[in-house]
């Protein structure tokens, strides 16, 4: 009772063994240091939980769309509270865009999640919110950074969901993570415009495919968004939505190894148009690219409006996974290389082949410095 808000979060987080690995997104000191205790309250959040059978494939890897989903969950719970902060119209902070999340090691059933979220840039309408998720194995306690993911929110009124309120500033301790934020905030802008454009693609299903063809291995699920699934709002949680699409991922890699796939990580995921709650949502996913142990999917998600108000189908969301192979061990497997036939198939894999490669120059990069060291 004697403790400030902002002195219980620290404390907080000394006690679960974090507070040495949950520093900023460039590598240096906690942000919430130099921070007010009312700041560092409303913009640091760190909740956990063991995982459960229920969470995991039938090798005991927990599923990336569980984890996505806790991510989720984290910076909706960060970002409501700040978008809230100040007297005004109260909202609730709906998700917009997740930046490439890697998967850097695997979570399996008895571990505990420590997920902590950070807020660490704010625009007029957007709030960044980064993301870190340690695991803890509480018979050893051992712990290994197994996430790091950015999500940016907008904040929308309870009383008119298509009304975007202003987000309150926050404080920056130093001037130049204002200015790398405000770059960061421009290219997603750029790049969920781009994205946007190229969202007319349909899947249709393919009869008597050959083997390790994309016909092979698409496949779609359909869901009734309930209640459960929703926001205040009567929207789709963000984190329902990629828990779901990660779902179908895994069955295109399994249709395609017929082994023990995991996620890799996940291409940045753009989430284009609200889904309401009484809509119908099918949850597309093909093959698009693979490199010799990896593969690509992409997965997309259409709306059907069926309560209070007809409409048409419409693209809400979309994504690329990557997953690898896994042996009975845990070892990488060799993957199958995609048979593709068609002219938009061959475009796909190497458009597929591109973002493969960009991202495994930029991997080369960030490692540059640990090996000089």
């Known amino acids: 009772p004697t403790l400030g808000k902002g002195a219980w979060v620290k404390w907080e987080l000394s006690h679960l063994g974090a507070l040495t ?6 590598g240096a000191r906690p942000l919430w240091a130099s921070l007010t205790p009312l700041v560092k309250y409303l913009s640091f959040l760190i909740h956990c939980r063991i995982m459960r059978p229920d969470d995991a494939n039938i090798a005991g890897n927990v599923h990336g769309g569980t984890i996505l989903k806790m991510i989720e969950e984290a910076g909706a719970i960060i970002s409501t509270r700040h978008c809230n902060s100040q007297s005004g119209e109260p909202c609730v902070a709906a998700l917009a865009r997740v930046e490439r999340t890697d998967f850097l090691s695997p979570m399996c059933i008895g ?9 660490t840039y704010t625009s007029k309408h957007s709030v960044e919110v980064q993301v870190n998720v340690l695991s803890e194995n509480i018979l050893t306690g051992a712990k290994r950074m197994t996430n790091r993911a950015t999500l940016w929110y907008v904040p ?9 309120l202003e987000v309150p500033p926050i404080q920056y301790a130093w001037k130049e993570l204002e200015e790398e934020g405000r770059k960061r905030y421009e290219e997603q802008k750029l790049e969920r415009l781009v994205t946007k454009e190229r969202n007319g693609d349909i899947i249709f299903p393919v009869i008597n495919p050959e083997p390790y ?12 968004v309930g209640p459960s699934d929703c926001t205040l709002h009567g929207f789709v949680h963000g984190g329902v939505t990629m828990k779901l699409m990660d779902e179908v991922a895994g069955i295109v890699a399994a249709r395609h190894c017929k082994t023990n796939v995991v996620t890799a990580s996940v291409d ?5 148009e609200k889904i309401k709650k009484g809509c119908v949502i099918t949850i597309s996913g093909r093959m698009t690219f693979t490199s010799n142990k990896s593969m690509e999917i992409e997965v997309f998600v259409d709306a059907d409006p069926f309560v209070d108000e007809p409409k048409e189908r419409y693209r809400a969301v979309s994504a690329f996974f990557t ?17 593709v036939e068609s002219e938009d198939e061959k475009r ?12 495994k120059a930029k991997r080369q990069v960030q ?6 060291q």
């Open 21 to 26: 690995s949950v520093t900023n997104w460039y």
């Open 111 to 119: 571990d505990v999640a420590n997920v902590s979220a950070e807020i």
């Open 156 to 164: 929308l009124s309870l009383k008119n969901v298509d009304k975007v």
């Open 213 to 224: 063809t994309v016909g092979c291995s698409q496949s779609s699920l359909i869901h009734l």
């Open 268 to 272: 940045a995921i753009n989430f284009h």
């Open 323 to 339: 997953y690898v192979s896994l042996s009975k061990e845990g070892k990488p497997l060799p993957v199958p290389q995609l048979v």
């Open 348 to 359: 796909r894999f190497e458009d597929g082949k591109g973002r493969y490669l960009q991202t």
């Open 367 to 372: 490692m540059q410095p640990l090996t000089q």
